[in-house]
């Protein structure tokens, strides 16, 4: 027994965390490949190694995947300082680390070190993809003002497809039910930011980040938008780049007339904090949204004028109307905040409506034993209960919102 225990211990050895063991960059210089500031690794690996993200069978696991910064042209290489059959005769298979990656990244990619720096040589001859939608500034304490771009491309630009296909991979290491879409649909728009930089006296371009929206049709005439994957990749991330690209594909949709409106499918609760601050940004200045006129409610007016200048949907609207609403809501004021309160927890109280409602229903057509487990699901305290502790979460996210839009006024 104790000769199997040294044995699985032996064994637990040759297991590596595969969030660990990736090791990404994005390379404009090329010593930026033995920089190890430049690295960054995956959120998630459950989709290629399984829900524990662990491999087996190697000590000292490193799964290179090196993309130049522009072109996303991609090194994979496997390094590991031991392997489980080379010690051990019956320790068991190692995965198959390389097949699991290679059924990830699509073909064209190289394993040899100098090859890529000869592919590194050519990112002076990449340029984004599409249509030049909006260029804006962010200020750098070491670099100064660094100027990026927002392009809308398709899939008819020449080179696009297999550009995209590069760049989706970036997705299942940071979105966790990420899956690949099927880009030949026309329907698809894709936009894209792009850092312009300097390098040997060349302007070239650096991948930032990307959205995918899907258009769908809305009967009679009209479509609407879904945005499906959004990712600004590590190295750019807490710049504002996410609110830039989302306000530019809003503003971009608002110049359709053919829009309904614009929404998002199965959004993460980052991305809906993060369009909360962009449709606020849009509607603070529209008439229906004055300060004089939120303490009313919630009108029809806003819901109206946010459909029709902005595409914004009543849902949305709403919440933009209770964030400016708690800007212009002086909290300290009993009365003006417990009418707040009342406000938001009447939207909020919705689900809990539609309970009572449903165990009215049950009363008609549920046994008495039956019914009593569905009572307690229900019990009116915990509801009181938890509509507070919503209340309490979502004004806590509406105040981070005004501190940011106080920030950048």
């Known amino acids: 027994m104790a000769g199997v225990n040294t044995m699985e211990k032996k064994l637990a050895e040759y297991k590596c965390d595969t969030n660990e063991a990736i090791c990404l960059k994005l390379v404009r210089f090329p010593e930026d490949m033995e ?8 959120e998630y690996s459950h989709q290629t190694f399984g829900d524990d993200e662990v491999a087996f069978g190697y000590k000292g696991l490193q799964i290179q995947l090196f993309h130049t910064a522009g072109n996303l042209s991609t090194l994979f290489k496997v390094k590991y300082s031991s392997k489980v059959t080379e010690v051990f005769d019956c320790g068991g298979e190692p995965d198959d680390v390389e097949g699991k990656i290679r059924e990830i990244i699509p073909p064209g990619f190289t394993c040899n070190s100098d090859d890529f720096v000869s592919l590194l040589e050519k990112e002076a001859n990449f340029n984004p993809f599409g249509t030049l939608l909006h260029t804006y500034t962010v200020h750098s304490e070491e670099a100064g003002d660094l100027t990026y771009q927002i392009h809308k491309a398709d899939i008819s630009c020449p080179g696009f497809q297999e550009y995209h296909e590069r760049l989706q991979t970036f ?12 880009a030949d649909d026309d329907r698809w728009d894709f936009f894209l930011v792009f850092e312009k ?3 040997d006296g060349e302007t070239l371009y650096a991948t930032v980040g990307y959205m995918t929206v899907y258009n769908y049709y809305v009967y009679p005439d009209k479509t609407r938008p879904r945005v499906s994957q959004m990712l600004i990749l590590p190295p750019f991330q ?12 809003h503003r971009f949709y608002c110049s359709l007339p053919k829009v309904q409106d614009i929404t998002a499918e199965d959004p993460s609760e980052n991305y809906v904090k993060l369009r909360d601050y962009v449709l606020v940004k849009l509607c603070q200045d529209l008439p229906s949204f004055a300060a004089d006129k939120l303490h009313l409610g919630f009108s029809a007016d806003m819901a109206r004028e946010a459909q029709d200048k902005l595409k914004i949907n009543k849902k949305h609207a709403r919440r933009v109307y209770e964030i400016l609403r708690l800007r212009a809501t002086d909290m300290s004021d009993e009365d003006k905040a417990r009418d707040y309160r009342l406000e938001v927890k009447k939207r909020l109280f919705g689900p809990y409506r539609k309970n009572q409602r449903e165990l009215a229903k049950m009363k008609k057509c549920l046994r008495p034993e039956e019914l009593v487990s569905h009572i307690g ?4 305290q915990t509801q009181h209960e938890e509509l507070e502790k919503s209340y309490q979460v979502v004004v806590e996210d509406y105040r981070r919102i005004i501190e940011r839009l106080a920030m950048q006024a």
């Open 238 to 249: 807490g710049e504002g780049h996410g609110a830039q690209l989302l306000e530019a594909v």
């Open 35 to 42: 920089d190890e500031s430049t690295t960054f690794h995956p």
């Open 197 to 199: 930089y300097n390098k």
């Open 171 to 182: 997705l299942m290491w940071f979105i966790e039910t990420a899956s690949f879409i099927d």
């Open 377 to 380: 699901q229900m019990d009116t």
